[in-house]
């Protein structure tokens, strides 16, 4: 919440400095980061998205475009994480098919197999292997604190939740850590699932000597699509995995789809006039998410965007408009890809190919410090 303008003067300044390469003063963009792999290489990023559900807004904003945009600047790496899928039930026809339409979602958002390696997780076996032997460094009680299983596990049962759900974080990890990633460009979310890694690879280092780079989490700054909420919940993130579709909006939905859900988007019972439409988390959330979406479309401040307005209902109609007018390009570019799934697959080859020699250099690295015979 912007509580005065020197505050609001701020996140001008750190907004501006996304995305890094600009001004650099989001952590790890001026080469501080602690890289095992050389001083001199380019600078790598990592990151990834499971194949579960359609891909949202938050997915987009958070960090797809994000990656899109980095794929330009560094050397980066971005995979289909379809091993973190199975941490919860599902059909594995489903499974399959689901993994080639995620990675056509990530071409139609922009990125290009020239200019990044786009492959399947389970593709590079280094990352399953990696992730045992960070297991046998992590602790109990490091995972018992990740909230993301907590809340998940809560969904369902926590006696019946898969061990993959509790672990996954070390799987996580494993992905980051395979490529001396020095930025890895997630939402909000992941903050915590980063630290862990962060963690890992710095006991990792200093028990068994220097093995890994220590990465950096690259996030959106507050307000700019870091953390987008559910429409109809506002206190929860949007998310694949929402019990009702209503709250959020997915890559693919349709003008009139689109029009609807923010239509009905929750606010709050202010009576229309100044200061109705004022960016404050805490007392109007719902107002609050919807004035950050229209700034992260529009590349401005949710501040700002306020400034624009006196009632909900012009808001939500620019803002039902620059969502449709967004994935339009990426709908229309879907369409065109996923009439060709087999080159699709064939760009997750040739990207497995790729990263497998950086994973396996990274994970002969790591064997040979925790003491592992060689072959
Ligand atoms: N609501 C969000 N706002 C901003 N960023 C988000 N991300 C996810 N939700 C939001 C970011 O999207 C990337 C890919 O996420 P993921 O699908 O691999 O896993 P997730 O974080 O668990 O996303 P979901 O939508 O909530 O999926 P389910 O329901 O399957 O768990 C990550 O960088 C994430 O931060």
Redesign the pocket.
């Known amino acids: 919440m912007v509580r005065d303008s020197r505050e609001g003067e701020r996140l001008a300044a750190r907004t501006r400095a996304w995305p890094p390469g600009d001004a650099g003063t989001l952590p790890g963009v001026n080469g501080t980061n602690e890289q095992a792999g050389g001083a001199e290489r380019t600078r790598r990023v990592l990151?990834?998205?499971?194949p579960?559900?359609g891909a949202?807004l938050?997915?987009y904003?958070?960090?797809l475009r994000w990656w899109v945009d980095f794929q330009d600047r560094y050397d980066a790496y971005y995979c289909v994480?379809d091993l973190?899928a199975l941490t919860v039930p599902g059909d594995p026809e489903e499974l399959r098919k689901a993994t080639i339409e995620m990675a056509t979602v990530l071409l139609a958002c922009g990125l290009r197999p020239d200019r990044c390696t786009l492959f399947a997780q389970s593709h590079v076996p280094a990352h399953a292997e990696l992730a045992w032997l960070l297991e046998c460094t992590a602790s109990m009680g490091e995972l018992s604190r990740m909230t993301?299983f907590k809340d998940?596990a809560a969904k369902g049962s926590e006696e019946s939740a898969r061990v993959g759900l509790f672990t996954y974080p070390v799987l996580m990890a494993a992905d980051i850590l395979l490529y001396d990633a020095d930025l890895v460009p997630?939402?909000?979310?992941?903050r915590q699932h980063l630290e862990l890694t962060r963690d890992l690879a710095q006991r990792w280092n200093a028990r068994y000597g220097r093995t890994f780079t220590v990465p950096e989490a690259a996030i959106p700054p507050p307000g700019r699509?870091?953390?987008?909420?559910d429409l109809q919940e506002p206190a929860s993130?949007?998310?694949?995995?929402a019990a009702s579709d209503a709250g959020v909006l997915y890559l693919f939905d349709d003008p009139a789809t689109i029009e609807r859900k923010v239509k009905r988007a929750v606010t709050d019972l202010d009576p229309p006039g100044p200061g109705t439409v004022r960016w404050d988390r805490e007392a109007k959330p719902g107002v609050s998410n919807l004035l950050e979406l229209l700034a992260a479309l529009e590349g401005t401040g949710p501040e700002q965007v306020a400034a624009r307005y006196d009632s909900y209902g012009k808001l939500k109609s620019d803002l039902a408009q620059a969502v449709v007018s967004t994935l339009e390009p990426i709908q229309a570019r879907y369409r065109e890809l996923s009439a060709d799934p087999a080159t699709v697959h064939d760009v997750l080859r040739a990207g497995a190919k790729r990263a497998a020699v950086h994973a396996g250099e990274v994970l002969e690295r790591a064997r040979s410090a925790i003491g592992l015979l060689q072959p």
């Open positions: 990151s990834g998205i499971q579960t559900g949202h938050g997915n904003l958070g960090a994480v973190h993301q998940k997630v939402g909000d979310d992941q699509g870091a953390r987008v909420m993130k949007m998310s694949k995995s």
